[in-house]
């Protein structure tokens, strides 16, 4: 069963932008605050933004905070992630979850930043 499925990624150069969009099923994003974790390669996998089930708190690890901005849209059951003025190592398999996360990791979407 599918649970998470996450989109928008590719290519970007420093200093892009991109938004990555996370569908979840309604039963899972309706009770849970959300997250985007990122995975680098050879490195564990990071929380990198959450957001509370209503919305109205966020936090954000240190490397991206001041970039990147997580927002949800629960009518849609979908979480967005908005990364701005991006760097290479921003580089990394991104993907939604539950905070804390569950047994509901989704196939991921690349996120590549090179010139």
């Known amino acids: 069963q599918v649970h998470m499925v996450e989109s928008g990624g590719g290519l970007v150069q420093p200093g892009g932008s991109l938004r990555l969009s996370c569908t979840a099923s309604r039963s899972i994003f309706s009770n849970n605050a959300m997250g985007w974790f990122r995975q680098a390669p050879g490195k564990q996998r990071i929380l990198v933004a959450a957001?509370?089930?209503?919305?109205?708190?966020?936090n954000y690890a240190d490397s991206v905070k001041g970039r990147f901005m997580i927002s949800r849209d629960n009518a849609k059951n979908t979480m967005y992630l908005q990364m701005n003025s991006l760097k290479p190592e921003d580089t990394a398999v991104y993907y939604c979850?539950?905070?804390?996360?569950?047994?509901?990791w989704g196939q991921g979407t690349q996120v590549t930043v090179a010139s």
């Open positions: 979850n539950t905070v804390p996360w569950g047994d509901y």
């Open positions: 957001i509370t089930i209503d919305g109205t708190s966020t």
